[in-house]
């Protein structure tokens, strides 16, 4: 038995998982902290903190730290997401453009970089290795800045996820390659029965994504948590079978967002598992910026910053001229091209594998390290200030536009007027909608009723008014009308909280059970608030007063009316709803 003093040694030890995840923590919020008030990107916070963390510094990280499983799972949190907004109809409206420009962004790297090793003065081998390297752009890191900057559903957005998406595709190849002949097995051979493989999954996987998955979602959104937990599961279910079968999670987890992008969940799922993303995701950067070594390279400093340069400028510079050759608009081919003005985590790879089959040095390992640090820092103001940069280099970027630009950005999720909650009250109040507007849209966490809104061509997808993160994508506070027919207060102040970062609020109309709830929601800035009970009295009212005793004007309200609840019958609101927390 271990006495009290022991096992407070023991449960207070630097091994500990616990304590060592603890004060990765704990460093992590100090960084951060200096950052925020140095008013920088946090994303260069997490950077740090994984360099103080690591074994240059404090050296909190071990192998059996939980902070290496979290960093993969924010990877693949972040790749689902992704998955969850590439919908096959993005990926054909996109896919040319992607494809051309991600290969030929490719090519020019490597060439030019591979010329600038050689005047540099480092060997072929090394020139070779570097300029590949270089090539590639972090897909984690966009996929997050892109996200942050709400890009991921504007054209630029779809136009860069593609191009890096091609780019991971090239660099799990050229890793593949590069492995194989480190362990002496053929490569062509790995190659084709990667591919043999990969094309066999997907024959089997995407039929389900168009028969058999709806069905599953249908019967799991009858629940939010259930529909959480199936939606975590498919996840990782599908990231399991593609690791079993020798691709990376990363390849499932992008894969399983795909075949759920068809979903008419696929909103509300996003929004579910963005916090659980934004966690784990902390995680990815720690450990990135851990690994980061810094040996004696002080002569390297010059061709690493001539490097750097070449990529922060380079890289976007041929997307820009790609694009403008294909037609589209200097703006969307300079936002789009800013997404490659980075190296990526494959970089780092690609040349660890270099060091341990002994064509490279470790000092070349730093060399690049120190590359990626200054690209990711500088390629994450680029993007994060583009729109304050593209103002004043816009003039010089317009050689490489079409007198005729032919994009067609794709349609934001946006609406003039937004209805969350379709019941007794939203019928009526989607009849009038519908006589203003075609912009408007429907938010119920019932998927009967979404369903049955869409088989009559209504816009309506499947989401809850209590979640933040799908209001902020529905860009709610760029509407100008806003009803919720849902009576729970703490809903409406979330609703108003979300609306109140506009600076032109649009017109706000609530409701409440009670009236000491109706005079907060006033209170707190809403237009109008509806109390269910009373309005039968005053409709009734007013329909007295107009008619009096006049029998002719009571049968023309007793048909209008007997024609409308034929239609409610018809919709079933004689019936209670779905419970949202029954499973």
């Given at each position: 038995?271990?006495?009290?003093?022991?096992?407070?040694?023991?449960?207070?030890?630097?091994?500990?998982?616990?304590?060592?995840?603890?004060?990765?923590?704990?460093?992590?919020?100090?960084?951060?902290?200096?950052?925020?008030?140095?008013?920088?990107?946090?994303?260069?916070?997490?950077?740090?903190?994984?360099?103080?963390?690591?074994?240059?510094?404090?050296?909190?990280?071990?192998?059996?730290?939980?902070?290496?499983?979290?960093?993969?799972?924010?990877?693949?949190?972040?790749?689902?997401?992704?998955?969850?907004?590439?919908?096959?109809?993005?990926?054909?409206?996109?896919?040319?453009?992607?494809?051309?420009?991600?290969?030929?962004?490719?090519?020019?790297?490597?060439?030019?970089?591979?010329?600038?090793?050689?005047?540099?003065?480092?060997?072929?081998?090394?020139?070779?290795?570097?300029?590949?390297?270089?090539?590639?752009?972090?897909?984690?890191?966009?996929?997050?800045?892109?996200?942050?900057?709400?890009?991921?559903?504007?054209?630029?957005?779809?136009?860069?996820?593609?191009?890096?998406?091609?780019?991971?595709?090239?660099?799990?190849?050229?890793?593949?390659?590069?492995?194989?002949?480190?362990?002496?097995?053929?490569?062509?051979?790995?190659?084709?029965?990667t591919l043999l493989k990969g094309a066999m999954v997907a024959a089997i996987l995407i039929p389900l994504s168009y028969y058999l998955l709806p069905r599953l979602s249908d019967f799991f959104?009858?629940?939010?948590?259930?529909?959480?937990?199936?939606?975590?599961?498919?996840?990782?279910?599908?990231?399991?079978?593609?690791?079993?079968?020798?691709?990376?999670?990363?390849?499932?987890?992008?894969?399983?967002?795909?075949?759920?992008?068809?979903?008419?969940?696929?909103?509300?799922?996003?929004?579910?598992?963005?916090?659980?993303?934004?966690?784990?995701?902390?995680?990815?950067?720690?450990?990135?910026?851990?690994?980061?070594?810094?040996?004696?390279?002080?002569?390297?400093?010059?061709?690493?910053?001539?490097?750097?340069?070449?990529?922060?400028?380079?890289?976007?510079?041929?997307?820009?001229?790609?694009?403008?050759?294909?037609?589209?608009?200097?703006?969307?081919?300079?936002?789009?091209?800013?997404?490659?003005?980075?190296?990526?985590?494959?970089?780092?790879?690609?040349?660890?594998?270099?060091?341990?089959?002994?064509?490279?040095?470790?000092?070349?390992?730093?060399?690049?390290?120190?590359?990626?640090?200054?690209?990711?820092?500088?390629?994450?103001?680029?993007?994060?200030?583009?729109?304050?940069?593209?103002?004043?280099?816009?003039?010089?970027?317009?050689?490489?536009?079409?007198?005729?630009?032919?994009?067609k950005e794709l349609p934001e999720m946006r609406y003039d007027y937004v209805l969350l909650g379709y019941n007794r009250i939203g019928f009526s109040i989607i009849r009038a909608f519908s006589?203003?507007?075609?912009?408007?849209?429907v938010v119920d966490f019932n998927p009967s009723v979404v369903k049955e809104l869409q088989r009559e061509g209504l816009p309506a997808i499947y989401g809850d008014a209590e979640d933040s993160?799908?209001?902020?994508?529905?860009?709610?506070?760029?509407?100008?009308?806003?009803?919720?027919?849902?009576?729970?207060?703490?809903?409406?102040?979330?609703?108003?909280?979300?609306?109140?970062?506009?600076?032109?609020?649009?017109?706000?109309?609530?409701?409440?059970?009670?009236?000491?709830?109706?005079?907060?929601?006033?209170?707190?800035?809403?237009?109008?608030?509806?109390?269910?009970?009373?309005?039968?009295?005053?409709?009734?009212?007013?329909?007295?007063?107009?008619?009096?005793?006049?029998?002719?004007?009571?049968?023309?309200?007793?048909?209008?009316?007997?024609?409308?609840?034929?239609?409610?019958?018809?919709?079933?609101?004689?019936?209670?709803?779905?419970?949202?927390?029954?499973?």
């Open positions: 038995m271990l006495s009290g003093k022991k096992q407070g040694e023991a449960r207070y030890n630097m091994s500990n998982p616990f304590v060592q995840f603890a004060l990765i923590i704990l460093v992590v919020l100090g960084v951060s902290v200096i950052t925020r008030l140095l008013k920088q990107p946090l994303i260069i916070g997490y950077i740090f903190s994984g360099i103080f963390a690591g074994p240059l510094f404090l050296n909190l990280l071990s192998e059996s730290s939980p902070i290496n499983v979290f960093s993969e799972m924010g990877i693949a949190f972040l790749l689902f997401i992704v998955g969850l907004h590439l919908s096959p109809k993005v990926i054909k409206e996109v896919g040319k453009i992607s494809l051309v420009t991600g290969l030929g962004q490719i090519i020019f790297t490597s060439i030019v970089g591979y010329a600038i090793g050689l005047m540099l003065g480092f060997s072929l081998v090394t020139s070779l290795y570097i300029a590949i390297a270089l090539t590639f752009s972090s897909t984690i890191i966009i996929m997050k800045l892109l996200s942050d900057k709400d890009a991921l559903e504007k054209l630029y957005g779809k136009i860069s996820i593609g191009f890096l998406l091609v780019q991971d595709l090239v660099a799990i190849l050229i890793l593949i390659i590069i492995s194989s002949l480190a362990s002496g097995s053929g490569a062509g051979g790995v190659l084709i029965f959104a009858k629940s939010q948590e259930f529909l959480f937990l199936f939606a975590i599961s498919w996840g990782f279910g599908l990231s399991l079978l593609f690791l079993f079968l020798g691709f990376s999670i990363e390849v499932g987890a992008l894969f399983a967002g795909v075949m759920l992008s068809i979903s008419p969940y696929s909103y509300e799922i996003s929004s579910k598992l963005k916090p659980l993303r934004d966690f784990f995701i902390i995680s990815f950067f720690i450990v990135l910026g851990s690994q980061m070594g810094f040996g004696n390279i002080s002569h390297l400093i010059v061709p690493a910053i001539i490097f750097s340069l070449f990529v922060l400028i380079g890289n976007p510079l041929i997307v820009i001229i790609l694009m403008g050759r294909l037609g589209y608009s200097k703006k969307t081919g300079f936002m789009a091209g800013l997404t490659v003005a980075q190296i990526s985590e494959f970089s780092l790879i690609l040349i660890a594998l270099g060091v341990k089959s002994g064509s490279l040095s470790n000092e070349i390992l730093s060399f690049v390290t120190i590359i990626g640090l200054i690209t990711i820092a500088g390629s994450t103001y680029m993007i994060i200030y583009s729109d304050f940069i593209f103002s004043k280099v816009s003039r010089l970027l317009s050689c490489f536009e079409k007198k005729c630009v032919k994009e006589k203003i507007t075609k912009s408007f849209l993160e799908l209001l902020e994508h529905l860009e709610i506070r760029k509407s100008s009308v806003v009803v919720s027919t849902v009576p729970e207060k703490e809903t409406n102040i979330l609703v108003l909280d979300v609306i109140s970062k506009a600076k032109k609020k649009p017109v706000v109309i609530l409701t409440a059970r009670q009236i000491n709830d109706a005079f907060e929601l006033y209170d707190r800035g809403a237009d109008y608030v509806i109390l269910p009970h009373f309005l039968g009295g005053e409709y009734t009212s007013k329909i007295i007063l107009e008619a009096k005793d006049n029998k002719r004007a009571y049968l023309k309200e007793k048909k209008k009316e007997l024609k409308l609840l034929q239609e409610r019958q018809r919709r079933g609101h004689d019936h209670p709803r779905v419970d949202k927390n029954k499973i």
